[in-house]
Protein backbone atom coordinates (compact mmCIF):
# COMPACT_ATOMS: atom_id res chain seq x y z
CA UNK A 1 0.00 0.00 0.00
CA UNK A 2 1.52 3.15 -0.88
CA UNK A 3 2.82 5.61 1.65
CA UNK A 4 1.97 9.05 2.23
CA UNK A 5 5.74 10.98 3.07
CA UNK A 6 7.76 8.12 2.79
CA UNK A 7 11.61 8.01 1.32
CA UNK A 8 11.05 4.37 0.89
CA UNK A 9 8.14 1.55 0.93
CA UNK A 10 8.17 -0.31 4.41
CA UNK A 11 9.69 -3.55 2.37
CA UNK A 12 12.30 -1.39 1.68
CA UNK A 13 13.36 -0.49 5.22
CA UNK A 14 13.02 -3.55 7.66
CA UNK A 15 16.68 -3.55 7.51
CA UNK A 16 17.02 0.19 8.43
CA UNK A 17 14.19 -0.44 11.26
CA UNK A 18 15.93 -3.04 12.70
CA UNK A 19 19.45 -1.21 13.15
CA UNK A 20 17.99 1.65 14.53
CA UNK A 21 16.61 -0.89 17.47
CA UNK A 22 19.77 -2.31 18.07
CA UNK A 23 21.24 0.72 17.84
CA UNK A 24 23.54 0.81 15.08
CA UNK A 25 21.76 3.68 12.73
CA UNK A 26 20.13 7.03 13.63
CA UNK A 27 17.05 7.54 14.49
CA UNK A 28 14.74 10.39 12.47
CA UNK A 29 12.59 10.86 15.54
CA UNK A 30 13.15 10.29 19.09
CA UNK A 31 10.37 10.96 21.54
CA UNK A 32 11.66 10.54 25.26
CA UNK A 33 10.14 10.06 28.61
CA UNK A 34 6.28 9.46 27.54
CA UNK A 35 3.24 7.91 29.28
CA UNK A 36 2.16 5.46 26.69
CA UNK A 37 -1.48 4.37 26.27
CA UNK A 38 -0.66 0.59 25.29
CA UNK A 39 -3.55 -0.09 23.16
CA UNK A 40 -2.35 -3.72 22.49
CA UNK A 41 -3.28 -4.87 26.21
CA UNK A 42 -5.23 -1.74 27.52
CA UNK A 43 -2.20 -0.74 29.85
CA UNK A 44 -1.31 2.69 30.48
CA UNK A 45 2.73 2.40 30.82
CA UNK A 46 5.32 5.19 32.23
CA UNK A 47 8.67 6.38 31.25
CA UNK A 48 8.54 5.55 27.67
CA UNK A 49 10.55 6.68 24.83
CA UNK A 50 9.56 6.12 21.07
CA UNK A 51 11.88 5.80 18.01
CA UNK A 52 10.71 6.32 14.59
CA UNK A 53 12.70 5.90 11.28
CA UNK A 54 11.65 6.54 7.36
CA UNK A 55 8.21 6.92 9.05
CA UNK A 56 7.74 3.81 10.71
CA UNK A 57 8.07 3.49 14.54
CA UNK A 58 11.78 1.11 15.20
CA UNK A 59 11.51 0.87 18.76
CA UNK A 60 9.24 1.65 21.46
CA UNK A 61 10.75 1.24 25.41
CA UNK A 62 13.91 2.47 26.42
CA UNK A 63 15.51 4.53 23.69
CA UNK A 64 18.85 5.62 25.56
CA UNK A 65 20.69 3.06 23.20
CA UNK A 66 19.34 3.99 20.47
CA UNK A 67 21.52 6.29 18.49
CA UNK A 68 21.39 9.87 17.27
CA UNK A 69 23.10 12.47 15.03
CA UNK A 70 22.40 15.85 13.99
CA UNK A 71 19.37 14.78 11.83
CA UNK A 72 17.61 13.83 14.36
CA UNK A 73 15.28 15.83 16.16
CA UNK A 74 14.45 14.92 20.01
CA UNK A 75 11.45 15.94 21.34
CA UNK A 76 10.67 15.20 25.61
CA UNK A 77 7.37 14.16 26.14
CA UNK A 78 7.88 15.36 29.73
CA UNK A 79 5.51 12.81 31.08
CA UNK A 80 2.79 13.62 29.08
CA UNK A 81 0.29 10.93 27.46
CA UNK A 82 1.58 9.10 24.18
CA UNK A 83 -1.05 7.37 22.00
CA UNK A 84 -1.51 6.29 18.21
CA UNK A 85 -3.32 8.65 15.78
CA UNK A 86 -6.82 9.07 15.49
CA UNK A 87 -8.58 6.43 12.96
CA UNK A 88 -12.41 7.32 11.48
CA UNK A 89 -13.44 4.23 10.42
CA UNK A 90 -16.90 6.13 8.49
CA UNK A 91 -17.12 9.49 7.15
CA UNK A 92 -18.34 11.72 4.46
CA UNK A 93 -15.95 14.58 3.96
CA UNK A 94 -18.89 16.31 2.07
CA UNK A 95 -20.38 17.03 5.36
CA UNK A 96 -17.97 19.07 6.62
CA UNK A 97 -18.83 21.24 2.96
CA UNK A 98 -15.46 21.53 1.95
CA UNK A 99 -12.63 19.84 0.12
CA UNK A 100 -10.22 17.20 0.75
CA UNK A 101 -7.07 19.23 1.39
CA UNK A 102 -9.06 21.79 3.03
CA UNK A 103 -10.21 18.81 5.66
CA UNK A 104 -6.79 17.53 6.58
CA UNK A 105 -5.66 20.71 7.22
CA UNK A 106 -8.72 21.25 9.48
CA UNK A 107 -8.27 18.11 11.25
CA UNK A 108 -5.06 16.36 11.52
CA UNK A 109 -4.58 19.87 14.41
CA UNK A 110 -7.28 17.77 16.36
CA UNK A 111 -5.30 14.17 16.02
CA UNK A 112 -7.45 12.48 13.60
CA UNK A 113 -4.31 10.86 11.29
CA UNK A 114 -6.69 8.43 9.08
CA UNK A 115 -10.14 8.63 7.64
CA UNK A 116 -12.07 6.12 5.51
CA UNK A 117 -14.54 8.69 3.60
CA UNK A 118 -17.54 7.53 1.90
CA UNK A 119 -17.47 9.75 -0.70
CA UNK A 120 -21.19 8.75 -2.30
CA UNK A 121 -22.51 12.44 -1.72
CA UNK A 122 -19.68 13.57 -4.94
CA UNK A 123 -19.80 10.02 -6.70
CA UNK A 124 -24.46 10.45 -6.98
CA UNK A 125 -23.56 13.85 -8.81
CA UNK A 126 -20.12 12.74 -10.67
CA UNK A 127 -20.14 8.92 -10.44
CA UNK A 128 -16.68 7.40 -10.52
CA UNK A 129 -15.24 10.55 -11.66
CA UNK A 130 -15.46 11.57 -8.05
CA UNK A 131 -13.40 8.26 -6.86
CA UNK A 132 -10.61 9.48 -9.29
CA UNK A 133 -11.00 13.16 -8.08
CA UNK A 134 -10.52 11.60 -4.35
CA UNK A 135 -8.17 9.22 -5.34
CA UNK A 136 -5.75 12.35 -7.14
CA UNK A 137 -6.46 14.74 -4.27
CA UNK A 138 -5.81 12.92 -1.52
CA UNK A 139 -1.84 12.23 -3.22
CA UNK A 140 0.97 13.62 -0.61
CA UNK A 141 -1.44 14.48 2.08
CA UNK A 142 -0.01 14.66 5.67
CA UNK A 143 -3.45 12.24 5.96
CA UNK A 144 -4.32 8.54 5.42
CA UNK A 145 -7.10 8.24 3.26
CA UNK A 146 -8.57 5.19 2.64
CA UNK A 147 -11.85 6.08 0.75
CA UNK A 148 -14.90 3.88 0.68
CA UNK A 149 -16.47 2.75 -2.36
CA UNK A 150 -20.05 4.35 -2.80
CA UNK A 151 -22.03 0.94 -3.45
CA UNK A 152 -25.61 2.56 -3.17
CA UNK A 153 -25.77 5.31 -6.25
CA UNK A 154 -28.33 5.78 -6.24
CA UNK A 155 -29.21 4.72 -3.14
CA UNK A 156 -32.46 2.48 -4.27
CA UNK A 157 -32.45 2.14 -7.50
CA UNK A 158 -35.82 3.03 -9.42
CA UNK A 159 -37.32 5.06 -6.79
CA UNK A 160 -34.45 7.91 -7.31
CA UNK A 161 -32.42 9.16 -9.54
CA UNK A 162 -28.89 10.32 -9.34
CA UNK A 163 -26.35 12.10 -11.73
CA UNK A 164 -24.45 7.87 -11.84
CA UNK A 165 -25.23 4.84 -11.53
CA UNK A 166 -22.65 2.61 -9.97
CA UNK A 167 -23.58 -1.08 -10.68
CA UNK A 168 -21.02 -4.20 -10.43
CA UNK A 169 -19.04 -3.37 -13.20
CA UNK A 170 -18.02 0.22 -11.58
CA UNK A 171 -17.35 -1.25 -8.10
CA UNK A 172 -14.80 -3.66 -10.39
CA UNK A 173 -13.31 -0.73 -11.64
CA UNK A 174 -13.03 1.44 -8.67
CA UNK A 175 -11.24 -1.86 -7.10
CA UNK A 176 -9.27 -2.74 -9.79
CA UNK A 177 -7.94 0.85 -10.37
CA UNK A 178 -7.06 1.19 -6.65
CA UNK A 179 -9.53 4.04 -5.92
CA UNK A 180 -11.30 2.33 -2.93
CA UNK A 181 -9.72 0.28 -0.16
CA UNK A 182 -13.45 -0.97 1.49
CA UNK A 183 -17.11 -1.00 0.47
CA UNK A 184 -18.97 2.12 1.44
CA UNK A 185 -22.39 1.71 3.56
CA UNK A 186 -24.46 -0.50 2.36
CA UNK A 187 -27.50 1.89 2.83
CA UNK A 188 -29.94 -0.67 0.67
CA UNK A 189 -30.48 -2.61 3.01
CA UNK A 190 -33.63 -3.68 2.16
CA UNK A 191 -32.48 -5.07 -1.27
CA UNK A 192 -29.57 -6.72 0.72
CA UNK A 193 -32.22 -9.30 3.06
CA UNK A 194 -34.70 -8.98 0.43
CA UNK A 195 -32.02 -10.70 -2.43
CA UNK A 196 -31.75 -7.64 -4.89
CA UNK A 197 -29.82 -9.47 -7.04
CA UNK A 198 -27.59 -5.94 -8.19
CA UNK A 199 -27.03 -5.45 -4.62
CA UNK A 200 -25.44 -9.31 -3.75
CA UNK A 201 -23.56 -8.39 -7.54
CA UNK A 202 -21.96 -5.19 -5.96
CA UNK A 203 -21.34 -6.99 -2.51
CA UNK A 204 -19.63 -10.42 -4.10
CA UNK A 205 -17.67 -7.79 -6.51
CA UNK A 206 -15.71 -6.55 -2.77
CA UNK A 207 -16.11 -9.98 -1.19
CA UNK A 208 -13.29 -11.06 -4.68
CA UNK A 209 -11.09 -8.43 -3.98
CA UNK A 210 -11.36 -8.94 -0.21
CA UNK A 211 -12.38 -6.02 0.37
CA UNK A 212 -13.99 -4.92 4.17
CA UNK A 213 -18.12 -4.18 3.45
CA UNK A 214 -19.26 -1.77 5.58
CA UNK A 215 -23.17 -1.50 5.82
CA UNK A 216 -26.24 1.10 7.00
CA UNK A 217 -28.79 -1.38 9.13
CA UNK A 218 -31.43 0.83 9.58
CA UNK A 219 -34.28 -1.88 10.50
CA UNK A 220 -35.65 -2.84 13.97
CA UNK A 221 -35.21 -7.09 13.19
CA UNK A 222 -32.58 -8.17 15.02
CA UNK A 223 -33.38 -11.25 14.26
CA UNK A 224 -34.00 -12.34 10.72
CA UNK A 225 -33.55 -8.86 9.20
CA UNK A 226 -29.97 -8.27 10.89
CA UNK A 227 -28.44 -12.40 10.35
CA UNK A 228 -29.42 -11.92 7.21
CA UNK A 229 -27.10 -8.40 6.35
CA UNK A 230 -24.42 -9.61 8.15
CA UNK A 231 -24.17 -13.00 6.87
CA UNK A 232 -24.19 -11.33 3.51
CA UNK A 233 -21.10 -10.21 4.22
CA UNK A 234 -21.71 -6.27 6.05
CA UNK A 235 -19.14 -6.48 8.58
CA UNK A 236 -19.71 -2.77 10.30
CA UNK A 237 -22.27 -0.76 10.81
CA UNK A 238 -22.88 2.67 11.91
CA UNK A 239 -26.69 3.06 12.09
CA UNK A 240 -27.53 1.30 15.22
CA UNK A 241 -29.72 3.88 17.87
CA UNK A 242 -30.22 1.27 20.90
CA UNK A 243 -27.59 -0.26 23.19
CA UNK A 244 -29.88 -3.23 22.17
CA UNK A 245 -28.94 -3.31 18.41
CA UNK A 246 -25.53 -2.20 19.55
CA UNK A 247 -24.89 -5.20 21.52
CA UNK A 248 -26.79 -7.32 18.85
CA UNK A 249 -24.09 -5.79 16.21
CA UNK A 250 -21.15 -7.26 18.44
CA UNK A 251 -22.03 -10.56 19.33
CA UNK A 252 -23.01 -11.54 15.96
CA UNK A 253 -19.54 -10.74 14.78
CA UNK A 254 -20.26 -7.38 13.13
CA UNK A 255 -18.27 -3.92 14.46
CA UNK A 256 -20.51 -0.94 16.01
CA UNK A 257 -19.78 1.97 15.06
CA UNK A 258 -20.65 4.73 17.47
CA UNK A 259 -21.99 7.86 15.81
CA UNK A 260 -21.68 11.15 17.46
CA UNK A 261 -21.77 13.47 14.61
CA UNK A 262 -22.97 17.13 14.45
CA UNK A 263 -26.70 16.22 14.06
CA UNK A 264 -27.17 12.44 14.76
CA UNK A 265 -26.21 11.89 18.11
CA UNK A 266 -26.23 8.29 19.14
CA UNK A 267 -23.26 7.46 21.06
CA UNK A 268 -24.88 8.15 24.48
CA UNK A 269 -27.72 5.90 23.72
CA UNK A 270 -24.98 3.10 22.78
CA UNK A 271 -22.79 3.08 25.81
CA UNK A 272 -25.21 0.90 28.14
CA UNK A 273 -24.38 -1.87 25.93
CA UNK A 274 -21.04 -2.25 27.46
CA UNK A 275 -20.85 -0.29 30.15
CA UNK A 276 -23.76 -2.19 32.45
CA UNK A 277 -21.11 -5.70 31.07
CA UNK A 278 -17.85 -4.48 32.68
CA UNK A 279 -16.52 -7.65 32.03
CA UNK A 280 -17.51 -7.52 28.47
CA UNK A 281 -14.55 -7.19 25.51
CA UNK A 282 -15.13 -4.04 23.48
CA UNK A 283 -13.01 -4.78 20.88
CA UNK A 284 -16.00 -4.47 18.18
CA UNK A 285 -17.17 -1.14 19.35
CA UNK A 286 -15.43 1.86 17.30
CA UNK A 287 -16.25 5.56 17.64
CA UNK A 288 -16.87 7.62 14.10
CA UNK A 289 -18.59 10.68 13.34
CA UNK A 290 -20.39 9.90 10.43
CA UNK A 291 -21.36 13.60 9.43
CA UNK A 292 -19.56 16.76 10.86
CA UNK A 293 -20.32 20.19 10.21
CA UNK A 294 -17.51 22.79 9.38
CA UNK A 295 -18.60 24.36 12.23
CA UNK A 296 -17.99 21.36 14.47
CA UNK A 297 -14.52 21.10 13.17
CA UNK A 298 -13.81 24.51 13.37
CA UNK A 299 -14.85 24.83 17.39
CA UNK A 300 -14.87 21.24 18.75
CA UNK A 301 -12.66 19.22 17.03
CA UNK A 302 -12.98 16.40 14.80
CA UNK A 303 -13.04 12.67 16.49
CA UNK A 304 -11.31 13.50 19.31
CA UNK A 305 -14.36 15.70 20.11
CA UNK A 306 -16.82 11.95 19.98
CA UNK A 307 -13.31 10.58 22.25
CA UNK A 308 -14.45 13.11 24.68
CA UNK A 309 -17.86 12.62 24.78
CA UNK A 310 -17.29 8.86 25.30
CA UNK A 311 -14.98 9.38 28.54
CA UNK A 312 -17.73 11.66 29.96
CA UNK A 313 -20.50 9.36 28.80
CA UNK A 314 -18.26 7.09 31.39
CA UNK A 315 -16.42 4.94 29.22
CA UNK A 316 -12.90 4.47 30.78
CA UNK A 317 -10.16 5.99 28.69
CA UNK A 318 -7.90 3.62 27.77
CA UNK A 319 -11.17 1.82 26.06
CA UNK A 320 -12.48 4.83 24.61
CA UNK A 321 -9.00 5.42 22.55
CA UNK A 322 -8.60 2.11 21.64
CA UNK A 323 -11.99 2.05 19.93
CA UNK A 324 -10.98 4.90 17.86
CA UNK A 325 -7.16 3.26 17.42
CA UNK A 326 -6.66 -0.31 17.61
CA UNK A 327 -10.36 -1.64 17.13
CA UNK A 328 -11.08 0.68 14.33
CA UNK A 329 -7.66 -0.49 12.71
CA UNK A 330 -8.42 -4.44 12.93
CA UNK A 331 -12.53 -3.78 11.75
CA UNK A 332 -10.20 -2.22 8.71
CA UNK A 333 -7.50 -5.47 8.92
CA UNK A 334 -4.82 -2.67 9.03
CA UNK A 335 -3.60 -3.04 12.16
CA UNK A 336 -0.60 -4.15 10.59
CA UNK A 337 0.15 -0.38 9.80
CA UNK A 338 -1.95 1.63 11.69
CA UNK A 339 -3.72 1.49 15.04
CA UNK A 340 -1.28 1.22 17.83
CA UNK A 341 2.45 2.57 18.77
CA UNK A 342 4.24 -0.14 18.35
CA UNK A 343 7.32 -1.20 15.99
CA UNK A 344 7.06 -1.61 12.35
CA UNK A 345 3.91 0.77 12.26
CA UNK A 346 3.09 4.18 10.68
CA UNK A 347 4.48 6.74 13.11
CA UNK A 348 0.83 8.26 13.14
CA UNK A 349 1.34 9.46 17.38
CA UNK A 350 -0.19 11.71 19.56
CA UNK A 351 1.49 13.83 22.51
CA UNK A 352 -1.50 14.84 24.36
CA UNK A 353 -1.80 15.98 28.40
CA UNK A 354 -4.54 14.57 30.12
CA UNK A 355 -7.21 11.46 29.93
CA UNK A 356 -10.74 14.14 30.46
CA UNK A 357 -10.38 16.42 27.99
CA UNK A 358 -7.42 15.15 25.83
CA UNK A 359 -5.74 18.38 24.76
CA UNK A 360 -3.55 17.29 21.44
CA UNK A 361 -0.20 19.39 22.10
CA UNK A 362 1.70 17.34 18.85
CA UNK A 363 0.70 15.30 15.93
CA UNK A 364 2.79 13.29 13.81
CA UNK A 365 2.00 11.82 11.10
CA UNK A 366 4.57 9.17 9.21
CA UNK A 367 6.99 10.28 11.85
CA UNK A 368 6.45 14.10 10.66
CA UNK A 369 5.67 16.47 13.24
CA UNK A 370 2.39 18.34 11.29
CA UNK A 371 0.57 20.24 13.83
CA UNK A 372 1.54 21.65 17.66
CA UNK A 373 -1.14 22.67 20.42
CA UNK A 374 -3.86 22.50 17.65
CA UNK A 375 -2.38 24.37 14.39
CA UNK A 376 -1.42 22.65 11.45
CA UNK A 377 2.53 23.55 10.91
CA UNK A 378 3.18 22.12 7.70
CA UNK A 379 1.50 23.35 4.12
CA UNK A 380 -1.27 21.82 2.60
CA UNK A 381 -1.40 22.44 -1.19
CA UNK A 382 -4.96 23.12 -2.74
CA UNK A 383 -6.52 21.09 -5.97
CA UNK A 384 -7.05 22.29 -9.31
CA UNK A 385 -10.50 20.67 -10.23
CA UNK A 386 -11.66 20.31 -13.68
CA UNK A 387 -14.72 22.84 -14.98
CA UNK A 388 -16.89 19.25 -15.08
CA UNK A 389 -16.38 19.27 -11.15
CA UNK A 390 -17.91 22.43 -10.58
CA UNK A 391 -20.30 22.82 -13.10
CA UNK A 392 -23.19 20.32 -11.93
CA UNK A 393 -26.72 22.51 -11.76
CA UNK A 394 -28.47 21.29 -15.22
CA UNK A 395 -31.75 22.81 -14.11
CA UNK A 396 -33.29 25.64 -15.84
CA UNK A 397 -34.98 28.23 -13.29
CA UNK A 398 -38.22 27.69 -11.42
CA UNK A 399 -41.22 29.58 -11.29
CA UNK A 400 -43.46 30.05 -8.39
CA UNK A 401 -46.01 27.60 -10.30
CA UNK A 402 -43.38 24.90 -10.08
CA UNK A 403 -44.69 24.58 -6.19
CA UNK A 404 -48.25 24.60 -6.62
CA UNK A 405 -49.75 21.08 -5.63
CA UNK A 406 -52.72 20.58 -6.78
CA UNK A 407 -55.89 18.28 -6.46
CA UNK A 408 -55.47 15.05 -8.69
CA UNK A 409 -58.00 14.98 -11.31
CA UNK A 410 -60.10 18.45 -12.74
CA UNK A 411 -61.73 19.14 -9.16
CA UNK A 412 -60.50 22.40 -9.13
CA UNK A 413 -63.77 24.04 -7.69
CA UNK A 414 -63.87 21.36 -4.34
CA UNK A 415 -63.26 23.53 -1.23
CA UNK A 416 -63.70 20.01 1.15
CA UNK A 417 -60.49 19.23 3.30
CA UNK A 418 -58.83 15.93 1.36
CA UNK A 419 -56.09 13.62 3.70
CA UNK A 420 -52.50 13.70 3.11
CA UNK A 421 -49.22 12.18 3.66
CA UNK A 422 -46.86 14.44 5.91
CA UNK A 423 -42.81 13.90 6.25
CA UNK A 424 -42.60 14.28 10.36
CA UNK A 425 -39.00 15.74 11.26
CA UNK A 426 -37.96 14.40 14.09
CA UNK A 427 -34.81 16.38 15.02
CA UNK A 428 -31.91 15.21 15.96
CA UNK A 429 -32.41 11.78 14.33
CA UNK A 430 -32.08 10.45 10.57
CA UNK A 431 -35.79 9.09 10.32
CA UNK A 432 -39.01 10.82 10.16
CA UNK A 433 -42.16 9.86 11.21
CA UNK A 434 -45.12 9.97 8.62
CA UNK A 435 -48.27 11.62 9.75
CA UNK A 436 -51.65 12.16 7.93
CA UNK A 437 -53.09 16.13 8.31
CA UNK A 438 -56.68 17.69 6.70
CA UNK A 439 -55.63 20.30 4.38
CA UNK A 440 -58.77 22.22 2.89
CA UNK A 441 -57.85 23.18 -0.70
CA UNK A 442 -58.88 26.58 -2.61
CA UNK A 443 -59.53 26.53 -6.07
CA UNK A 444 -58.40 22.87 -6.21
CA UNK A 445 -54.76 24.07 -4.62
CA UNK A 446 -53.45 22.98 -1.42
CA UNK A 447 -51.24 25.21 0.28
CA UNK A 448 -48.44 25.32 3.25
CA UNK A 449 -49.57 26.74 6.65
CA UNK A 450 -47.30 28.06 8.81
CA UNK A 451 -50.04 28.28 11.37
CA UNK A 452 -49.94 24.83 11.95
CA UNK A 453 -46.43 24.39 10.72
CA UNK A 454 -46.99 22.58 7.38
CA UNK A 455 -44.57 23.12 4.64
CA UNK A 456 -43.82 22.50 1.27
CA UNK A 457 -41.94 20.46 -0.04
CA UNK A 458 -40.57 19.72 -3.95
CA UNK A 459 -37.39 17.60 -5.10
CA UNK A 460 -36.30 18.86 -8.46
CA UNK A 461 -34.07 16.75 -10.53
CA UNK A 462 -30.63 18.75 -11.36
CA UNK A 463 -27.95 16.50 -12.84
CA UNK A 464 -29.60 16.59 -16.57
CA UNK A 465 -26.94 15.69 -19.79
CA UNK A 466 -24.12 15.31 -17.22
CA UNK A 467 -26.22 12.03 -16.35
CA UNK A 468 -24.33 8.45 -17.09
CA UNK A 469 -25.27 4.76 -16.19
CA UNK A 470 -28.01 2.41 -16.62
CA UNK A 471 -31.77 2.38 -17.88
CA UNK A 472 -31.93 6.45 -18.28
CA UNK A 473 -33.23 7.60 -21.95
CA UNK A 474 -31.42 10.62 -21.49
CA UNK A 475 -27.93 8.76 -22.80
CA UNK A 476 -28.15 8.68 -26.72
CA UNK A 477 -29.99 5.32 -28.06
CA UNK A 478 -31.56 4.25 -25.18
CA UNK A 479 -34.57 2.04 -25.64
CA UNK A 480 -37.83 3.50 -25.78
CA UNK A 481 -39.63 3.27 -22.59
CA UNK A 482 -36.60 3.83 -20.51
CA UNK A 483 -37.31 6.45 -17.16
CA UNK A 484 -36.16 9.65 -18.52
CA UNK A 485 -35.51 11.91 -15.32
CA UNK A 486 -34.77 14.92 -17.08
CA UNK A 487 -37.30 17.85 -15.79
CA UNK A 488 -38.67 15.33 -13.41
CA UNK A 489 -39.39 16.87 -9.67
CA UNK A 490 -41.94 15.77 -6.69
CA UNK A 491 -44.05 17.99 -4.36
CA UNK A 492 -45.28 17.11 -1.06
CA UNK A 493 -45.52 18.18 2.47
CA UNK A 494 -43.39 18.29 5.85
CA UNK A 495 -43.91 19.24 9.32
CA UNK A 496 -41.91 20.22 12.32
CA UNK A 497 -39.42 23.18 10.33
CA UNK A 498 -41.35 25.55 12.89
CA UNK A 499 -40.92 28.38 9.81
CA UNK A 500 -42.31 31.28 10.25
CA UNK A 501 -44.42 32.70 7.21
CA UNK A 502 -42.83 33.93 4.19
CA UNK A 503 -40.16 31.37 4.63
CA UNK A 504 -38.12 29.17 2.40
CA UNK A 505 -34.92 27.23 2.74
CA UNK A 506 -33.56 25.50 -0.58
CA UNK A 507 -30.33 23.24 -1.12
CA UNK A 508 -28.38 20.84 -3.48
CA UNK A 509 -26.85 18.63 -0.16
CA UNK A 510 -30.31 16.33 -0.28
CA UNK A 511 -28.73 13.30 0.61
CA UNK A 512 -28.38 10.77 -1.05
CA UNK A 513 -28.96 12.10 -4.80
CA UNK A 514 -28.41 15.61 -4.25
CA UNK A 515 -31.28 16.69 -5.90
CA UNK A 516 -32.25 20.75 -6.21
CA UNK A 517 -34.62 20.24 -2.32
CA UNK A 518 -36.78 23.26 -1.44
CA UNK A 519 -38.86 23.25 1.30
CA UNK A 520 -41.10 26.25 2.10
CA UNK A 521 -44.64 27.52 3.21
CA UNK A 522 -44.61 30.42 0.47
CA UNK A 523 -44.38 29.80 -3.18
CA UNK A 524 -42.29 32.91 -3.83
CA UNK A 525 -39.92 32.55 -1.51
CA UNK A 526 -39.12 28.74 -2.81
CA UNK A 527 -39.03 30.00 -5.91
CA UNK A 528 -35.97 32.54 -4.85
CA UNK A 529 -34.50 30.11 -2.77
CA UNK A 530 -34.28 28.16 -6.01
CA UNK A 531 -32.89 29.58 -8.02
CA UNK A 532 -30.54 30.92 -6.22
CA UNK A 533 -28.38 28.10 -5.73
CA UNK A 534 -29.28 27.59 -9.46
CA UNK A 535 -27.33 30.58 -10.42
CA UNK A 536 -24.92 29.87 -8.14
CA UNK A 537 -24.20 26.20 -8.53
CA UNK A 538 -25.54 24.43 -5.92
CA UNK A 539 -25.13 25.23 -2.14
CA UNK A 540 -27.85 26.37 0.56
CA UNK A 541 -30.31 29.52 0.62
CA UNK A 542 -32.48 30.78 3.47
CA UNK A 543 -35.14 33.16 1.91
CA UNK A 544 -37.12 35.44 4.98
CA UNK A 545 -39.20 38.18 4.64
CA UNK A 546 -39.01 38.24 0.94
CA UNK A 547 -34.94 38.57 0.85
CA UNK A 548 -32.39 36.19 0.54
CA UNK A 549 -31.04 35.81 4.42
CA UNK A 550 -28.30 34.24 4.12
CA UNK A 551 -26.87 31.90 1.14
CA UNK A 552 -23.59 29.85 1.13
CA UNK A 553 -22.34 28.75 -2.49
CA UNK A 554 -21.28 25.26 -3.05
CA UNK A 555 -19.40 24.99 -6.02
CA UNK A 556 -17.62 21.68 -6.00
CA UNK A 557 -20.31 19.23 -7.42
CA UNK A 558 -23.03 21.35 -5.39
CA UNK A 559 -21.70 19.97 -1.83
CA UNK A 560 -18.40 21.47 -1.49
CA UNK A 561 -17.02 24.70 -1.03
CA UNK A 562 -13.37 25.89 -1.81
CA UNK A 563 -12.58 27.76 1.12
CA UNK A 564 -10.61 26.74 4.21
CA UNK A 565 -13.27 24.76 7.21
CA UNK A 566 -12.63 28.38 9.00
CA UNK A 567 -14.77 30.05 6.30
CA UNK A 568 -17.07 27.19 5.77
CA UNK A 569 -17.78 27.63 9.27
CA UNK A 570 -19.25 31.16 9.43
CA UNK A 571 -21.07 30.49 6.38
CA UNK A 572 -22.62 27.36 7.50
CA UNK A 573 -23.03 29.47 10.96
CA UNK A 574 -25.02 32.29 8.72
CA UNK A 575 -27.19 29.90 7.27
CA UNK A 576 -27.86 28.40 10.80
CA UNK A 577 -28.97 31.98 12.07
CA UNK A 578 -31.03 32.87 9.40
CA UNK A 579 -32.97 29.22 9.62
CA UNK A 580 -33.40 29.84 13.35
CA UNK A 581 -34.50 33.61 12.80
CA UNK A 582 -37.01 32.34 10.24
CA UNK A 583 -38.39 29.83 12.90
CA UNK A 584 -36.38 27.07 12.64
CA UNK A 585 -35.21 26.35 16.35
CA UNK A 586 -33.50 23.25 16.21
CA UNK A 587 -29.60 22.57 16.35
CA UNK A 588 -27.80 21.55 13.32
CA UNK A 589 -31.51 21.76 11.43
CA UNK A 590 -29.12 21.82 7.95
CA UNK A 591 -28.02 18.54 8.40
CA UNK A 592 -31.82 16.99 9.69
CA UNK A 593 -33.23 19.32 6.55
CA UNK A 594 -30.79 17.52 4.38
CA UNK A 595 -31.86 13.76 4.98
CA UNK A 596 -35.29 14.76 3.77
CA UNK A 597 -34.74 12.99 0.56
CA UNK A 598 -32.89 9.85 1.82
CA UNK A 599 -35.35 7.51 1.10
CA UNK A 600 -33.35 4.23 2.79
CA UNK A 601 -34.61 5.86 5.47
CA UNK A 602 -37.76 4.90 7.81
CA UNK A 603 -40.40 6.09 7.53
CA UNK A 604 -41.26 8.52 4.85
CA UNK A 605 -39.38 10.61 2.50
CA UNK A 606 -39.30 11.90 -1.14
CA UNK A 607 -37.33 11.43 -4.39
CA UNK A 608 -37.38 13.09 -7.45
CA UNK A 609 -39.99 10.52 -8.31
CA UNK A 610 -42.39 11.15 -5.09
CA UNK A 611 -42.90 9.75 -1.79
CA UNK A 612 -41.53 6.88 -0.39
CA UNK A 613 -42.66 4.98 2.70
CA UNK A 614 -40.23 2.88 4.42
CA UNK A 615 -41.43 0.17 7.43
CA UNK A 616 -39.60 -2.54 9.46
CA UNK A 617 -40.41 -6.13 7.60
CA UNK A 618 -41.18 -4.13 4.33
CA UNK A 619 -39.76 -3.45 1.12
CA UNK A 620 -39.40 0.53 0.03
CA UNK A 621 -42.84 1.48 -1.65
CA UNK A 622 -44.01 4.45 -3.38
CA UNK A 623 -47.44 5.77 -1.98
CA UNK A 624 -49.04 8.56 -2.87
CA UNK A 625 -49.15 12.07 -1.28
CA UNK A 626 -53.15 11.89 -0.98
CA UNK A 627 -54.63 8.91 1.10
Not at 205 to 213: F, M, P, R, T
Not at 413 to 440: C, H, N, Q, W, Y
Not at 542 to 571: I, K, N, Y
Request: hydrophobic share 45%; net charge negative.
Amino acid sequence: MEKKFQAVPYEGVTKELAAVAMGTLAADLVIEDGTLIEVCTGRVLPHIDVAVKYGYIALVGDASGVKRDAGTSIISAEGKYIMPGLIDSHMHVESTMVDLPSFAAGILPHGTTTICPDNHEMTNVLGLKAMQLFFESAKNLPLKVLTALPVCVPSIPGMEDAGAVIGPSEAAEAYDKGWAELQGEQMNFPGVIFGDETVHAITAEGIKKNKILTGHYAGSDLNSGLNSFIASGMTACHETTTAEGALKRAELGMYVQQRYGSAWLDLPNLVAAYLEKPEMDTRFFTLVTDDVTPFTVAHDGHLIRVLRKAVQLGVDPVRAIQMVTINAAQLLEKARWIGSVTPGRAGDILIIDNLTDFKVEKVFSDGRLVAENEKLIVDIDSYDYPEWATNTMHLAPLAASDFKITLPGNDTASDEAVSVRVIGLVPGMVFTKGEIRKVTPSNGILEADPATDLAKIGVFYRHGASLTGNNYSKIEGAEKGDWNPVGSRALGFASGTGFLPGTAYASTVSHDCHNLMVIGNDDQAMMLAANTLIESGGGLAVVHEGRVAAHMPLPLAGLMSLESVATASDQLEAIESALKKAGGIHESFEMTLSLLALIVLGELHISNRGLVELKDGKPPQFVSLFV
